[in-house]
């Protein structure tokens, strides 16, 4: 901080991170001739000017390193950054002489990080790390406190009842002497570097009080004769001159000219006269109990709809979040004595946030979160009667519940607080009341009182998908399976499913981690699983559910094991793969797909519900699924004895295979279980192997297993360049296995007969 003249003296400097940031001011102040008038009878004065940041540079003012206590060696890497210009100058308009605008304090303010009660991070070291630095200067009647981070920024101005001698800043108080009064006032220090260490406090999960409050006076303390002030950690050194006064002295008259009228006093100096100089170390109140005097002090605002109460809680929370900046100088004791202040704190300010109208009513919900209250005490606070007696809920009260349940919190209300919370609502945000009941903290709250105050909203206008589904699940709650089902069928399909869009909770609750299918959930499964596989779908084409957690919905709500894959899984990947989720992996799902359809043909396993989709069905509504080779179909159809249980995870795997998409060399080493020996196995395997471009000894296979799919075979695989294979490959083998009969002789005969005829009808 730079003031008048160009050559400057510096007054103070510290060294960190390997740099000496330094202040300093000349000491002339405004010189004489800039007073001076001149002919014309004009006063010619310099203008207040304030340079930040790079413009300080232009300033003028010239700056010289020295080596002083450095090293000559590094002193090159040394460069001088400006930061701050400030030159001040008398308002002659109002007859200010040029001792009130001469700097009298100048200091810099180091804070450190050590893990303040706001943040996350752990420190690897006991090295303390610089988090933020503050720069103040004052004059005789105002003070100013910058911050010097990124860049430079006025934080407070300090505007002092009576001349100022001298001022001290540390991080709780900045300590001001005049002639007779020690003043203590507030700072902004902490919460300036509380942002700096928490990216996270000016969020809904924390917050901070800001820094450009108005500064408060906190103290004024008489002292005779203040002369200077510093302070070490928690002490203020005081030296204070009292100046020799007249000392009254008594002279007693003769006793024969002894006078009614009483002594005569006659004022004499001493002929030495000294000066008494004392020194006073005070110790600074503890954060603790000027935190409970400023808290005492807030409750005579408690019932004004004003922003005292907030102001000086906002005080009270800095203070103690300033002592907990460095936690390594205090006692265990205090420290815990802190937190709890600290937490008790951000209570009241959710308190006031909650109850008075402010454009800043959000922030009850961080102030509440840091407070530790669960919900349910702060429900128990919030019972605020006016003076008639009826009730009015704020928006920061509605907001901080409203976020609460929306988070999904373990918690669970009782009867009697769900209720408060769906009056509360009904009265403040009736739109609000679906989202609010499905909320897994209202678990307990009795559905015939939720049900009366849905059915109001019908009849108030505000009716809506939403009212309908929570209705219904409601009705189920209850019992009455009639009124649910008539809630449903109120609502086409598609209306319902964007429903649990909207509301995706009416499926799906999380506690403790833990998935959790709704009763309404488990109706759908038994009596509408398409409108319960659409409206999952519906949930993972908006963001609202993750794939595992859509697949662990399924089994939980099925009651199967991780190893065991419901039917309505199964129905939802065939979903997915025919809506085309951008987030979903293609292979994987295929993976998926093929690895249930495999493991049910293996161990003959029937799905355990109905399939919602056919393989017709995918082969028309999907382009992944390919149609069936016709060869394959002659395949299959000379197993008179298959199972027709199967036959529809067996079609939608071959047409997987013939589909476009599907990696076939991804499937090959899951192909074990399913076996070639029976009809379903082999005709997955010739599917693969010719999908390889395996043609020989696909040929060799169908001519031993299956003669009558070879021309079939054939006519659809051997073409153009593979067309040489008729007559290298499956020519040569139908006439030597002719010969040769045996029991599938008439078999080959019959092929080769095709095969004739087929090239006839070529020729």
């Not at 008259?253 to 009483?262: D, H, I």
């Not at 009849?459 to 998908?465: E, H, K, L, P, V």
């Not at 010719?690 to 000894?697: H, N, S």
């Not at 490959?729 to 095969?755: F, I």
Request: one cysteine or more.
């Amino acid at each position: 901080a730079v003031a008048g003249q160009e050559l400057c003296q510096p007054r103070c400097a510290f060294s960190t991170l390997g740099r000496v940031l330094c202040l300093a001011y000349s000491e002339a102040g405004i010189s004489n001739e800039t007073l001076q008038l001149d002919s014309d009878d004009f006063v010619i004065c310099q203008k207040p000017v304030e340079l930040l940041g790079e413009k300080s540079s232009q300033s003028g003012v010239s700056v010289t390193l020295e080596s002083t206590g450095l090293d000559d060696k590094t002193i090159k890497y040394y460069h001088v950054q400006h930061l701050l210009y400030k030159r001040f100058a008398p308002d002659i308009s109002s007859l200010v002489l040029s001792d009130d605008i001469k700097l009298h304090s100048l200091q810099l303010l180091p804070i450190y990080q050590t893990g303040s009660p706001t943040s996350d991070r752990k420190k690897l070291s006991q090295e303390k790390e610089l988090l933020s630095l503050f720069c103040f200067f004052s004059l005789p009647h105002v003070g100013y406190l910058y911050m010097v981070v990124k860049s430079v920024e006025l934080m407070s101005v300090y505007q002092y009842p009576e001349k100022s001698q001298q001022a001290v800043l540390t991080p709780q108080f900045l300590h001001v002497i005049t002639s007779n009064n020690l003043q203590c006032f507030t700072v902004r220090c902490s919460a300036a570097a509380a942002r700096e260490e928490d990216p996270y406090v000016d969020t809904t999960l924390k917050a901070c009080p800001p820094v450009s409050m108005d500064v408060c006076a906190l103290r004024i303390q008489l002292f005779i004769g203040l002369k200077a002030i510093c302070h070490f950690k928690n002490h203020i050194i005081l030296l204070t001159k009292a100046d020799p006064e007249a000392i009254p002295e008594r002279r007693e008259p003769p006793k024969r000219l002894l006078s009614r009228k009483g002594t005569n006093v006659k004022f004499k100096t001493p002929p030495v006269a000294e000066a008494g100089w004392n020194l006073y170390i005070v110790d600074t109140i503890s954060p603790v109990q000027l935190y409970k005097e400023m808290v005492d002090y807030s409750n005579t605002y408690k019932t004004a709809k004003t922003q005292s109460c907030i102001h000086l809680l906002s005080e009270a929370h800095l203070l103690v979040r300033a002592a907990l900046m460095d936690a390594s100088q205090l006692e265990p004791g205090e420290k815990a004595e802190l937190l709890e202040a600290f937490k008790e704190s951000c209570g009241h300010l959710g308190d006031c946030y909650s109850r008075l109208d402010t454009q800043y009513s959000h922030l009850a919900l961080p102030y509440y979160k840091m407070s530790g209250l669960s919900m349910a005490e702060v429900l128990t606070r919030a019972d605020w009667p006016l003076e008639d007696g009826s009730q009015k809920y704020e928006r920061g009260l509605i907001f901080y519940i409203n976020h609460s349940l929306d988070e999904n919190l373990d918690e669970e209300l009782s009867e009697e607080l769900a209720a408060k919370v769906v009056q509360m609502f009904h009265m403040a945000e009736p739109k609000q009341l679906p989202h609010i009941l499905c909320s897994p903290s209202m678990k307990n709250i009795n559905p015939v009182t939720a049900m009366n105050y849905l059915s109001k909203l019908d009849t108030s206008g505000f009716s809506s998908i939403l009212v309908t589904l929570t209705k219904a699940a409601m009705a189920l709650k209850m019992g009455d399976l009639d009124r649910h089902r008539n809630e449903m069928k109120s609502r086409p399909e598609m209306k319902l499913v964007c429903g649990f869009i909207l509301e995706p909770r009416l499926l799906i609750q999380q506690r403790r981690g833990q998935i959790i299918p709704t009763e309404l959930a488990v109706q759908l499964k038994d009596t509408q699983p398409g409108l319960l596989v659409a409206s999952v779908l519906g949930l993972q084409k908006n963001n609202k559910i993750g794939i595992e957690e859509a697949d662990s919905f399924f089994k939980v709500l099925c009651g199967k094991d991780k190893d065991t894959i419901p039917q309505l899984l199964v129905d939802l990947w065939e979903a997915q793969l025919v809506a085309g989720l951008p987030d979903v992996v293609l292979q994987e799902l295929f993976f998926k797909l093929t690895s249930q359809y495999i493991w049910r043909l293996s161990k003959m396993q029937p799905p355990d519900t109905i399939p919602l989709r056919t393989s017709e069905d995918l082969i028309n509504a999907c382009s992944h699924y390919g149609l069936i080779y016709p060869w394959v179909n002659v395949l299959i159809s000379s197993d008179s004895l298959a199972d027709k249980s199967y036959t529809e995870d067996l079609s939608k795997l071959q047409s997987l295979i013939c589909g476009p998409s599907f990696d076939i060399a991804s499937i090959i080493p899951f192909l074990e279980p399913l076996s070639e020996d029976t009809i379903a196995g082999l005709s997955v395997h010739v599917l693969c192997r010719t999908r390889l471009k395996e043609y020989e000894q696909c040929i060799d296979t169908l001519l031993e297993r299956c003669p009558e799919a070879i021309i079939p075979y054939a006519n659809h695989e051997l073409k153009e360049e593979n067309r040489t294979l008729w007559w290298k490959k499956l020519l040569p083998e139908l006439c030597h296995r002719v010969k040769c009969g045996g029991e599938k002789g008439q078999l080959y005969l019959s092929s080769l007969k095709l095969y004739c005829s087929r090239k006839k009808s070529l020729t």
